[in-house]
Structures are given as C-alpha cells and as structure tokens.
T-cell receptor, first 115, second 113 residues
Framework: KQEVTQIPAALSVPEGENLVLNCSFT??????LQWFRQDPGKGLTSLLL???SQREQTSGRLNASLDKSSGRSTLYIAASQPGDSATYLC??????????????WGLGTSLAVNP | SAVISQKPSRDICQRGTSLTIQCQVD?????MFWYRQQPGQSLTLIAT?????????ESGFVIDKFPISRPNLTFSTLTVSNMSPEDSSIYLC??????????FGPGTRLLVL
C-alpha cells in the first residue's frame, strides 16, 4: 500500500531564503508525482507534475526533483517571498492501479515566509 | 488546464439532512474525482466519477451515503446524505487532464451541527 510522507510538517523562514520541502513514498511504482499548494480557505493549485520517467521539473522559482528508486521528491523554492506562505502537498499516482489517476497524498508542509 | 467551480462554497447544515454539492468544469473531461479533507488531515478520495458509468467508491465510502451523479462531461454532483457532525469537512472535486495534471475546485466547506 502506497504511503506518502512529507517532512517537515511545518517550516518558518525569513523572506529571501532558499528552502527545500521533502516528500517520500513507499512504493516506487508510480505513474507521476505532483506538488500542489493550498492556501487557507481556498482550493488546491497544481504547481509541478513530474512523470515517472522524468527527474525534475521547473517553473519559475520552483524546482521539483524525483528519485523514483529511492522513493523521494524534493520541492526547491528559491528566494522565498511572503506570498509563498501556504501548505504544500505532495501526491503520487500509482502505475499499478487500474485507475492511474488516483492520487495518494501526504499530509503537507505548512510554510510561513516572514517579511 | 481546467477551471472548476463548486456550489455552494460553504454551508451549515443540521444533522440528518442532506446536501448536494455541484461541480462544473469549463471543458469536457472524462475523469472527475470527489475528495474529502477533514480538519487537520490531508485529502481522502471518496470516489471517481466517469461519465456514462457508475461511480467507483473507495474503501470506507458507500453510494447510499455519498451518491454521485455524472450526467455529462462537464458536470457532477456529490450528495452527502443523512449528515452527522463527523461529515463536517471540505469537499473538493477535481479533474484529470490527458497530461496527468489534476485541477481542483475551490472546495465546499461543510459544517454539520
């Protein structure tokens, strides 16, 4: 059974710092991995999608890496800003499931970037 | 990408009643999903709703409690039946595009008294 763990659970940093959020999963047979952000009182926003054959994806100040063999992904945020404050969620879809769109979720990392 | 809207955005309901949540997508999609996010928890998939077939429910969720309709490729409803305070949660619908990215609606915040 796939399990997704995110470390740390919470993080508070001063503005401008580069930071890394970690996601690990127990079953390496994944179809893809996605990073989302969730703002209080709002829905989820997809940040990056990494297919199982890829090693990383970049979007602006965000870079996500994937090491499928070790069951790990990291989300790197460069030059953090107060607007980056949110909960960041990692989710994987399993290639062994008939429905390869089904996502298994971590509990998230709550990030606070202080001005 | 896909833009998703949900109605209502929030509601306060009495126990024993039912609430139907609507999800509208701005494009035709095959797969739609309904999730629940209880306070302090991550997302839990309730069911997958494909147009033209019955919804597929995850373990712990049953059709009598969470009936789902999917009348066309842009719309779905989730009903939370015979509600209890334990059903207080955020309910989210999402869709998966061909590329694999999932897009989410803003959620429906439900409080059951």
């Amino acid at each position: 059974k796939q399990e997704v763990t995110q470390i740390p659970a919470a993080l508070s940093v001063p503005e401008g710092e580069n930071l890394v959020l970690n996601c690990s999963f127990t079953d390496s047979a994944i179809y893809n991995l996605q990073w989302f952000r969730q703002d209080p009182g709002k829905g989820l926003t997809s940040l990056l999608l990494i297919q199982s054959s890829q090693r990383e994806q970049t979007s602006g100040r965000l870079n996500a890496s994937l090491d499928k063999s070790s069951g790990r992904s990291t989300l790197y945020i460069a030059a953090s800003q107060p607007g980056d404050s949110a909960t960041y969620l990692c989710a994987v879809s399993s290639s062994n499931a008939g429905n390869n769109r089904k996502l298994i979720w971590g509990l998230g990392t709550s990030l606070a970037v202080n001005p | 990408s896909a833009v998703i809207s949900q109605k209502p955005s929030r509601d306060i309901c009495q126990r024993g009643t039912s609430l139907t949540i609507q999800c509208q997508v701005d494009s035709q999609v095959t797969m739609m999903f309904w999730y629940r996010q209880q306070p302090g928890q991550s997302l839990t998939l309730i069911a997958t709703a494909n147009q033209g077939s019955e919804a597929t429910y995850e373990s712990g969720f049953v059709i009598d409690k969470f009936p789902i309709s999917r009348p066309n490729l842009t719309f779905s409803t989730l009903t939370v039946s015979n509600m209890s305070p334990e059903d207080s949660s955020i309910y989210l619908c999402s869709v998966a595009t061909g590329g694999g990215t999932q897009y989410f609606g803003p959620g429906t915040r439900l409080l059951v008294l």
